[in-house]
């Protein structure tokens, strides 16, 4: 099963109606922590509509976005030394 999915992932595509639901969920779910480091809310509700982070959207729609999210950089981490920097600038404004 996962090796199928792994697979089929970089077959997604707008016209591949005969992708099923979970493969779809999968791979945004995949594209989504990628994208943006952390799990998204999303689910099947049959007849290709789905609900993703609190909104309701349609299959074309969904690719899209599967698309749109694996083009982006993949998130990277807060380093320590970024939250240095912030701390120094935050004293400088209090001391202003």
Excluded: C
């Excluded at 945004?28 to 993703?52: D, F, L, Q, T």
């Excluded at 969904?62 to 240095?84: H, S, V, W």
């Amino acid at each position: 099963m996962i090796t199928s999915l792994h697979q089929r992932s970089h077959l997604l595509t707008v016209e591949d109606s005969a992708t099923p639901p979970r493969y779809v969920v999968e791979n945004y779910r995949i594209a989504y922590v990628s994208a943006n480091g952390r799990e998204p809310a999303v689910r099947y509700m049959g007849n290709h509509w789905y609900y993703v982070n609190g909104e309701t959207v349609h299959r074309l729609t969904l690719l899209e976005e599967i698309g749109r999210l694996r083009a982006m950089p993949p998130k990277q981490p807060f380093r320590r030394t970024d939250r240095n920097v912030v701390q120094r600038l935050i004293a400088r404004l209090r001391a202003l």
